[in-house]
């Protein structure tokens, strides 16, 4: 059919395609290590003494031969393949004697290259954190108007939600027998009080019909009940105008009036006229928009810039062009774990109501670090501020004119002291090689006659713009760091097997300690370690034979451990390895072919590495688990082995060496 032939033919010119960008591909990778590696043998060359150079030119030959893929093997013979990966191997000449990370360059070799280099400085550098947010109320300004006792709402002056009030003003009228009564007793207790005091002084002009002492007693005992009556009305929120005016009028009212104890706007209106209420029952929400909130997202690396107090400007959509102006009043403790971001809280004076809550802000905070990692902000240096009240700033101490709290140092809330504000060290933001919690970067050291080169590693600080803080690290001011041209410097450090950004730090991982089991059970596991680990040498020797007392001996092993003393979990997972370690004993004394042994062993090898993992062993030394990401056809492979020296028993003598320990398995402490 047409359409079959032409699908095949499209089928085919895709999978010739794909197999030129592999081979391009390929050639890339070579080319571009050959012309790096010819660049540093070139400056190595250009580096010799004469007489060594004399004596090169004249033999012709090279010091030692590499592979461009793997620069570990190093072979004197030239017709010698990588063990490898089979490449040819290419020539390496011997230069100076360099550092472990140091690479020399011609001066052509510097320049095709393009490598650039600029002082190392210590300066302010200024950082920009832009945040997004929103304006809300200002919590401390907003009141709930409630009813203080049971009654009827006979009139709400304030009808409609939005609506502006002012401190003082009637809000409700509310009818309410209670209130009744207690005008009643009030009335009553004002004239019982007032015909005492009248007496008392009536009594002080003539001579006295009673006991001297009766006639105070008398008036204390009308002024304490006027007293109770007056504040049992102020306990349901009668304002004192109020009660003085219940007081003069010769009748009690019926109702009462709820005044504003703020001015602001009505944000929630929750009843309607003509209700009836009890006690607590909200009427009004009252905000008070002459200062709001602006709350911001800051994100965990931004966190590093931001202080208590600092200043930050804003703008809103609805204004364009025009700018806000607040300070920190309140970073939240808590991370929210959904976004990673952390709230901040901005007090804002808005005097012309101009921001209304809900609105969208995006803010910015600028600072300035100094080298202790203080903020650097010249108007706080030396101040005294309010820890609730950022906005309250003073020349020495003294208590807050808010709250009335101490006021305290700036520098206790992470400012730099007057006279305190060093500049830190910083490098362009190109200079560092950042392999995860370490960096790396190039210096380029004076008084040589060629370009040489040498590596540190350091400790970034957070990134300010177009340049890193440097917290650590062998660099000082005036270093010439290398900019641009680093990952070149560093790819020819790894095709010389020195150390590079690549370079692992340390050794291996230091597994946990296992959970603790009998000593008992961990002595009778030692014959099981033993039986794997003399089949694992023998792998590793290519000795083929080995195969069938490997896989009696380890099934002997298994079968003598007595695990009667372990809990009942953990004796159902030793049952579990021990099945599978069986299981897998028998196959290893069937299999033919050395391909078969290394492939069962390679199950062996992760029950015994779960096992190691799980119950631990009572070596003397640790064990180590390595791996080959080689075996199986680049599947890659991991064993259990004694020593740090890697003893590869997937390919034996052909790789010996071809892997790494990832992890050490110290011996347990049993009880």
Not at 38 to 48: E, P, T, V, Y
Not at 278 to 290: Q, R, V
Not at 443 to 457: D, N, S, V
Request: charged share 25%; aromatic share 8%; net charge neutral.
């Amino acid at each position: 059919m047409p359409w079959v032939s032409v699908w095949r033919e499209s089928s085919a010119m895709t999978e010739a395609n794909e197999k030129r960008r592999g081979t391009i591909a390929v050639l890339c990778a070579v080319a571009l290590a050959a012309f790096v590696f010819g660049a540093i043998s070139a400056s190595m060359a250009q580096r010799k003494p004469s007489g060594a150079a004399e004596q090169a030119a004249g033999s012709g030959k090279a010091e030692w031969y590499t592979c461009s893929m793997h620069p570990q093997i190093q072979l004197k013979d030239p017709k010698a393949k990588c063990p490898i990966c089979f490449m040819d191997l290419i020539s390496v000449s011997a230069g100076p004697q360099l550092g472990p990370r140091q690479a020399g360059f011609s001066h052509e070799a510097a320049k095709l290259a393009e490598i650039r280099s600029v002082p190392v400085e210590r300066r302010f550098v200024d950082h920009e954190v832009r945040l997004v947010g929103k304006v809300v109320y200002d919590e401390t300004r907003v009141k709930t108007i409630t009813a203080w006792v049971n009654g009827r709402l006979e009139r709400l002056y304030a009808d409609y939600t939005g609506i502006a009030v002012k401190a003082g003003e009637h809000l409700v009228r509310l009818y309410s027998p209670e209130i009744l009564v207690a005008e009643q007793e009030l009335q009553s207790a004002y004239r019982a009080a007032r015909e005492t005091r009248d007496t008392t002084a009536r009594t002080s002009r003539f001579e006295k019909s009673e006991p001297a002492d009766r006639t105070p007693a008398k008036l204390t005992q009308a002024e304490a009940i006027l007293e109770a009556a007056r504040k049992k009305l102020q306990l349901w929120g009668v304002q004192p105008e109020q009660i003085r005016q219940i007081e003069e009028s010769d009748k009690p009212a019926d109702t009462i009036e709820i005044l504003a104890p703020i001015g602001g706007i009505v944000i929630q209106k929750q009843a309607n006229q003509g209700m009836y209420v009890n006690t607590g029952t909200p009427i009004y929400t009252i905000a008070d928009l002459s200062r709001v909130w602006v709350t911001v997202e800051a994100y965990e690396s931004d966190l590093v810039w931001i202080r208590y107090g600092q200043t930050v400007t804003f703008e809103t959509r609805s204004l364009p062009g025009e700018t806000f102006s607040g300070r920190i009043a309140f970073i939240d403790p808590v991370l929210n774990p959904q976004t990673r971001t952390v709230r901040l809280r901005v007090n804002v004076e808005n005097p012309d109501f101009k921001l209304k809550p809900e609105m969208f802000v995006r803010a910015v905070v600028r600072s300035k670090l100094s080298r202790d990692g203080a903020v650097v902000e010249p108007e706080l240096a030396g101040k005294w501020i309010s820890p609730m009240h950022p906005e309250v700033v003073k020349d020495g101490p003294g208590n807050c004119d808010v709250c009335g709290m101490p006021l305290v140092r700036a520098e206790t809330l992470g400012y730099a002291g007057r006279g305190e504000e060093k500049p830190p060290l910083v490098i362009p933001a190109t200079a560092p090689l950042i392999t995860g919690a370490r960096a790396v970067v190039y210096l380029q050291l004076p008084g040589e006659a060629t370009p040489l080169f040498e590596g540190r590693t350091i400790r970034l600080g957070p990134r300010a713009g177009e340049y890193y803080i440097v917290r650590e690290g062998d660099l000082k001011e005036g270093d010439l760091v290398v900019t641009q041209g680093n990952f070149k410097i560093d790819s020819a450090l790894q095709i010389m097997a020195k150390e590079s950004m690549m370079s692992q730090e340390g050794g291996p991982v230091t597994a946990a300690p296992a959970a603790k089991v009998p000593v008992e059970f961990l002595a009778a596991l030692t014959p099981v370690y033993d039986a794997y680990l003399t089949y694992q040498t023998a792998l590793a020797a290519d000795k083929t034979d080995a195969h069938r007392t490997a896989a009696k001996a380890l099934r002997d092993a298994v079968a003598g451990v007595d695990a009667a003393r372990l809990p009942a979990s953990r004796s159902a997972d030793w049952k579990r390895f021990a099945g599978e370690l069986l299981t897998q004993a028998e196959r290893l004394g069937k299999a033919g072919t050395v391909a078969v042994q290394r492939e069962v062993f390679a199950v062996i090898s992760e029950q015994m590495l779960g096992l190691v993992a799980d119950f631990g062993h009572a070596g003397k030394e640790p064990l180590h688990r390595a791996h080959c990401p080689m075996a199986f056809d680049d599947r890659g492979a991991d064993w259990l082995q004694r020593g740090m020296e890697i003893v590869n028993p997937y390919f034996g003598s052909e790789m010996l060496r071809c892997g790494k320990v990832t992890r050490a398995y110290a011996p347990a402490e049993g009880k």
